[in-house]
């Protein structure tokens, strides 16, 4: 079960995030525990994998703006770094950030259960 100090321990800055939450420790907690079921990881890194940089950028920066507003800085520091390199439409190989990203999310799926 995703607590507080298990989130903390994760990386979040949970005083920015429950500043956003307006200090709601359970709904702060609600809707990070949604974040790694989120479809857009999926849709993502398929969108990497056929080089569809629109649709990669695209969910890129819908997870970089959700894990951002949460704070939760290990998922939202790499999202950062790959919209970036999306936006200005690198060809380069993304597999070390994507691998990141889902490492991340998994990470926080397991505080999750």
């Keep these: 079960m995703l607590t507080l100090d298990s989130i903390k321990e994760y990386g979040a800055d949970v005083e920015e995030g429950l500043t956003r939450c307006m200090g709601n420790e359970a709904l702060f907690l609600k809707l990070a525990?949604?974040?790694?079921?989120?479809?857009?990881?999926t849709k993502l890194a398929e969108c990497l994998k056929t080089n569809d940089l629109d649709g990669a950028?695209?969910?890129?920066?819908?997870?970089?703006?959700?894990?951002?507003?949460?704070?939760?800085?290990?998922l939202y520091d790499?999202?950062?770094?790959?919209?970036?390199?999306l936006r200005s439409r690198e060809n380069i190989d993304y597999t070390e950030l994507i691998n990141e990203i889902i490492k991340q999310r998994d990470k926080l799926a397991g505080l999750c259960n």
């Design 33 to 41: 525990s949604t974040i790694p079921s989120e479809e857009r990881f």
């Design 57 to 74: 950028f695209e969910n890129a920066h819908a997870l970089k703006g959700v894990t951002g507003n949460l704070s939760l800085k290990p």
């Design 78 to 85: 790499p999202l950062v770094e790959l919209t970036e390199h």
